[in-house]
């Protein structure tokens, strides 16, 4: 990797047909004798290119990672059937007589808590809000952010990473939070972008509601951030589908 970054040969490395060609001519200059050329390299990025790559932000894995076990030691299994998934609209959970209630199940199916199927009719409602619904801004990234970090910098990553373990086994939620830290600077950036061109009259963002079926891997960054925070930051209503 030092032999890359400062600009030698790495012979592991296969050169592209122009380079090859051009080695080729070389070898065959020298065996007839003919002016010998300079001999050339390669390089995976100059050493300005290399000058613009900061680094990281980074998070305490270690401290992540005790709060994550006794999140996991002081959980009561019972929470997840006294408190089960329901829908919620509007920050309100949403009962109705013909509700369902199913069992959930952890990553080897093992019964691990309970879920509220909704009733056609509080469907009908969640689809009527989806679309009615008009942001009051199409700007919100300062308080979501603010939200984001909470989830990702305070103790509430803590609790992701130990539901997650518990829930279908995740094996690798701290990792997600650290890459998800770094993820966020990209992410963040262009949506600020996406904002000014739409401010600039460049281009319109779209406000219909957008619709989230989360997956099991990659749940925090992928379904936390990319696909519902940075939406709701520019006034796109989300829709949040369960797994």
Request: aromatic content about 8%; some cysteine; hydrophobic content about 45%.
């Amino acid at each position: 990797q030092a032999a890359i970054l400062a600009g030698g040969p790495h012979p592991s490395i296969s050169p592209p047909p122009l380079l090859f060609r051009a080695f080729a001519a070389q070898r065959s200059a020298r065996a007839q004798g003919s002016l010998l050329v300079r001999g050339m390299a390669y390089n995976f990025a100059t050493a300005g290119y290399h000058s613009f790559i900061k680094a990281t932000p980074g998070i305490d894995t270690d401290a992540l990672r005790a709060s994550v076990l006794k999140r996991i030691d002081a959980f009561d299994p019972k929470s997840w059937h006294d408190a089960p998934m329901v829908t919620i609209m509007n920050g309100e959970e949403l009962r109705a007589a013909s509700d369902r209630t199913v069992d959930t199940v952890d990553a080897f199916g093992q019964q691990n808590g309970k879920q509220v199927l909704a009733s056609p009719e509080t469907v009908d409602k969640v689809i009527a809000h989806a679309r009615n619904f008009k942001a009051s801004s199409t700007d919100w990234r300062s308080p979501v952010r603010k939200i984001e970090d909470a989830f990702f910098k305070g103790d509430l990553a803590a609790d992701l990473v130990a539901w997650q373990a518990l829930d279908f086994h995740k094996q690798d939620g701290i990792t997600e939070i650290e890459e998800g830290v770094q993820a966020l600077l990209v992410e963040r950036q262009l949506n600020d972008a996406l904002y000014e061109d739409e401010c600039q009259g460049r281009l319109a963002v779209g406000r219909a509601a957008a619709f989230v079926g989360c997956v099991s891997n990659f749940t925090n960054f992928l379904d936390l951030c990319r696909k519902i925070l940075r939406n709701m930051e520019l006034g796109v209503p989300v829709v949040v589908l369960s797994r």
